[in-house]
């Protein structure tokens, strides 16, 4: 076996986002449809004669201790017990903090690429687990497909969903989560729906119940939203700060693209239903 592994960690939207309830300890229980889309990070996983866990390329802003990539090679070490060790190194394109999900993807990305480089022989049941730790994000980009989620985004089924071109833009503020969650004017009690009736209503009908609390709080975020409705269906993602515009045809996203990208940093990606990673490694 190689002893070096080079793997995506690709990006994810969430087409429609209701809040359905809190639980005790504060989490909120979700209803979501995500999709993977091809925008990644790319991260290269290299094996060390000693035990050490590094980070050959910082990220800027977050301490190497904090990072998600750091933080779940050292959960994994720890709880097989290996005594391997790997060097880390990151590539990394997708806007932090902007409800693409990108950190999760990494965590993701380095517990299923150590599980290989390491031999440990985990399930994907225990690597989803043991990342629901990192955040809730990180069992989806574990699973590798479009899913409907349920719980705090842990219980995935898998779907298949139309897989459009987006035209994804961010508007320069970071939105924080904890802060919208905590919000009390957040809608946290929508009416549960089936899988079906979700997959039924379309883009037309999707929704997120996060966008009016954000567009509130963070009007650059509302003023993009408005210009972007203007051309396709547009909603935000997670919660956010980033936004996404719905397209049939790759010409009309990149014709949209072209007159964001001089307002704001900008990605035409394409809808997919399995990761990269998926493809890459198997689950
Ligand atoms: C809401 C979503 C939808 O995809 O949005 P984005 O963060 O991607 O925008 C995610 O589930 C977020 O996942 P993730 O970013 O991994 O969240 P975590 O680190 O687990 O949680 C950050 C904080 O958000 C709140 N939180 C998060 C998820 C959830 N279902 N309920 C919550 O109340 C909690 O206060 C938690 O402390
Ligand atoms: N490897 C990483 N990549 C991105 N963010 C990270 C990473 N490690 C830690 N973080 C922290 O996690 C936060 C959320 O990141 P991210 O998952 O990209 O956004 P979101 O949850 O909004 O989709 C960031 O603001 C950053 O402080």
């Not at 985990?122 to 497909?145: K, M, N, R, W, Y």
Request: net charge negative.
């Amino acid at each position: 076996m190689s002893a070096s592994l080079t793997l995506p960690a690709p990006a994810k939207l969430n087409r429609m986002l209701h809040i359905v309830g809190r639980r005790y300890d504060g989490y909120h229980e979700l209803q979501t449809l995500f999709q993977i889309i091809d925008l990644n990070d790319r991260l290269t996983l290299s094996l060390r004669e000693d035990s050490e866990i590094q980070l050959a390329t910082p990220i800027s802003g977050v301490a190497n201790e904090d990072n998600l990539i750091v933080r779940a090679a050292r959960l994994l070490q720890r709880t097989s017990g290996t005594t391997k060790g790997v060097t880390l190194s990151i590539e990394k394109k997708l806007p932090m903090g902007g409800g693409l999900g990108g950190g999760s993807s990494n965590a993701a990305t380095v517990l299923a690429g150590l599980n290989q480089l390491w031999q440990l022989g985990l399930s994907c049941e225990a690597l989803a687990t043991l990342g629901l730790q990192l955040g809730a994000d990180v069992p989806v980009f574990i699973h590798g497909h479009s899913a409907w989620a349920e719980g705090i985004g842990e219980k995935l089924t898998t779907v298949a969903l139309d897989t459009p071109w987006f035209v994804i833009i961010h508007p320069s503020v970071s939105v924080s989560t904890p802060l919208i969650f905590q919000d009390p004017e957040l809608t946290r009690d929508s009416r549960p729906i089936t899988m079906a009736r979700a997959l039924q209503g379309g883009v037309s009908e999707w929704r997120n119940d996060c966008e009016a609390i954000v567009k509130k709080r963070y009007p650059l975020v509302a003023e993009a939203l408005d210009w972007l409705a203007q051309y396709a269906p547009s909603r935000l993602t997670g919660t956010g700060a980033c936004l996404f515009a719905t397209f049939e045809s790759e010409k009309d996203a990149r014709t949209v693209a072209e007159l964001a990208g001089q307002c704001w940093p900008t990605w035409v990606a394409r809808g997919l239903n399995t990761s990269p990673l998926q493809d890459a490694l198997g689950c």
